[in-house]
């Protein structure tokens, strides 16, 4: 179905495409699951029991799928909530993962940041933050477990703040009753919200009043002097904290904050609806020689993930792809910007499948279609109509951990290259080869450790192989670029080993942070890179 010009530019208006972004723990699985519930792509939000032993290998949302019975793949959840269509995109919360968290995000228009009253800012948050940051990606925070007493709000501004060095300002405000949470202050309209549990542990959503400060209910609430302490954190707000200023969200250089209760569901409505309303649809992105803009250009996007035996019984991958401009149009004829070859665009796969309530397949830019791959496409891909347009590569990260992988069947080689090949397509892991060294058997580099658990696990469920892993004795890597006997006079020296990824690129790796430090300082005909050469973070 092609849309009108006028219906294209609606749909695109009212897509709401982002990724949360925080620490383990914070309550990203628990408010997800809320969203949900308010969506109304669930019908009552349960305790997401965590296996915190596999949780690191799964997807938070397999995990959620597992245990809730919902349908969602590992990349995208998209639900309807008063008239947006949001488009959730999955960040894995473990620290090893993160190489599939920055992807995400090069997929996502905005961010959320979610934050433990009693922790602040915490150690993955701020690496989220950076690449968000770099990437000028407006972000809303939310300061979770506010059920419980934490550090005091305005110190945790301020240490968020000092910490990230965004401006932050007080978009809803805690409102207790002896320690207790039972509103919040929403300082748009200048009243505050009264919850009422439901008396379900927060699987329903809880009855909300707004009211004045000076309103009997809110007097009730709170007694008169929780009225009195609420006036004076108020005044305090307006002078000590920063001035709600939008404009400067949207550039990504300041951050509203809302406060409330995942958990209890205390102040998530308002932090959705306000996040929504202020929260950026798809807007214009660069490419190689320009700008697209999403309403005025055919159907263009780009692979931010590729995921390979989603389905066990079909050996096939899914390539995901944001869209970023136009309308998808199932068999029409696109172009392949890095090989130049032509992909017919057919058979995009649906996410929520069981729960579904959504069943439009209408995709425009801001959402992401999952495309049945044979191996044509790669994570950074442009894939349009038209013009053969790129956009800006998704980056790869330099790997910390290096093995080198045997396995213990010898005829099952075959097996395994193609299963390296695979994973490696996918980003699960960086395939490396030095042949004059290792022979035939393959480095494996990884960004995190768990990733080579993952690699083994997948290894032997999905191909068949049972291989071990030989650690080796380096600890960081850069591609580099350069005269080729300037490459092999530092890469022969101890402790060093020269090597080429999948697609040719050659790198070094080695034993120390202090030797990389020192070539990099030394040997200035070189460039040392620490995301592949030409992808880039600030996409
Ligand atoms: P994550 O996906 O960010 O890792 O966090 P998740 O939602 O799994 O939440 C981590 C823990 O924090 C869970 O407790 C969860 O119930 C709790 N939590 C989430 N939001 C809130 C909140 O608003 N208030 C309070 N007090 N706790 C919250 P758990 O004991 O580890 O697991 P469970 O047995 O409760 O599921």
């Given at each position: 179905m092609a849309l009108s010009a006028a219906a294209l530019a609606e749909e695109i208006r009212r897509r709401r495409t982002f990724a949360i972004i925080s620490h383990p723990d914070a309550g990203k699985t628990t408010l997800t699951e809320k969203l949900l519930l308010y969506g109304g792509a669930i019908r009552s939000a349960g305790s997401v029991k965590s296996r915190r032993s596999d949780r690191h290998a799964t997807s938070d949302w397999l995990e959620m799928e597992q245990e809730r019975g919902i349908s969602i793949t590992a990349s995208v959840l998209h639900f309807e909530y008063q008239n947006f269509r949001i488009n959730l995109l999955d960040t894995p919360g473990h620290q090893d993962f993160s190489e599939d968290t920055y992807r995400a995000l090069t997929a996502a228009d905005s961010a959320i940041m979610l934050l433990d009253n009693r922790k602040g800012v915490e150690v993955q948050t701020q690496k989220l933050f950076s690449v968000c940051k770099k990437r000028r990606l407006p972000i809303y925070t939310f300061v979770n477990k506010c059920d419980r007493i934490g550090e005091d709000p305005l110190r945790l501004l301020d240490d968020v703040q000092a910490e990230l060095g965004i401006d932050c300002f007080v978009s809803t405000w805690p409102v207790r009753r002896e320690g207790r949470l039972v509103g919040v202050y929403d300082r748009g309209c200048g009243k505050v919200w009264l919850y009422e549990e439901a008396g379900d542990h927060g699987r329903s959503r809880p009855r909300a009043t707004l009211v004045h400060l000076e309103s009997d209910e809110l007097a009730t609430a709170i007694g008169s002097e929780g009225v009195e302490k609420l006036s004076e954190e108020i005044e305090l707000i307006e002078i000590a904290g920063s001035e709600a200023d939008f404009d400067a969200v949207e550039r990504g250089e300041a951050s509203p904050v809302c406060f409330g209760s995942a958990l209890t569901n205390f102040g998530v409505d308002v932090f959705l609806e306000r996040f929504l309303s202020l929260a950026p649809p798809p807007s214009p992105r660069e490419v190689t020689d320009g700008v697209i803009e999403p309403a005025a250009h055919p159907f263009s996007g780009f692979v931010f993930k590729v995921q390979a035996n989603m389905d066990p019984r079909h050996r096939d991958r899914v390539a995901f792809v944001r869209v970023c401009s136009g309308e998808f149009e199932e068999g029409a004829e696109a172009v392949v910007s890095r090989t130049g070859q032509k992909l017919r665009l057919a058979q995009p796969q649906e996410f929520m499948a069981r729960e579904r309530t959504h069943a439009d397949s209408l995709a425009v830019a801001g959402d992401v279609v999952g495309l049945l791959d044979?191996?044509?496409?790669?994570?950074g891909d442009t894939v349009a109509l038209g013009d053969r347009i790129e956009y800006p590569g998704v980056p790869r990260f330099s790997p910390e951990h290096f093995s080198q992988i045997h396995i213990e069947d010898a005829l099952r080689r075959k097996h395994l290259d193609r299963g390296l090949r695979h994973l490696a397509e996918e980003g699960t892991i960086l395939l490396l080869f030095a042949p004059s060294i290792t022979g035939p058997i393959p480095i494996v580099g990884a960004v995190g450790s768990l990733q080579f658990d993952v690699l083994l696990d997948r290894l032997q469920r999905e191909y068949g192989v049972s291989a071990r892993l030989e650690k080796l004795p380096f600890h960081c890597a850069r591609w580099v670029t350069g005269p080729d006997d300037q490459i092999e006079k530092v890469a022969n020296a101890y402790g060093r080993r020269r090597v080429m990824d999948a697609d040719g690129a050659q790198l070094i790796l080695f034993d120390n942070e202090w030797t990389l430090r020192r070539s990099m300082e030394q040997e200035k005909d070189l460039t040392f890179h620490d995301v592949q050469p030409n992808t880039s973070v600030d996409a």
């Open positions: 044979r191996g044509n496409l790669r994570v």
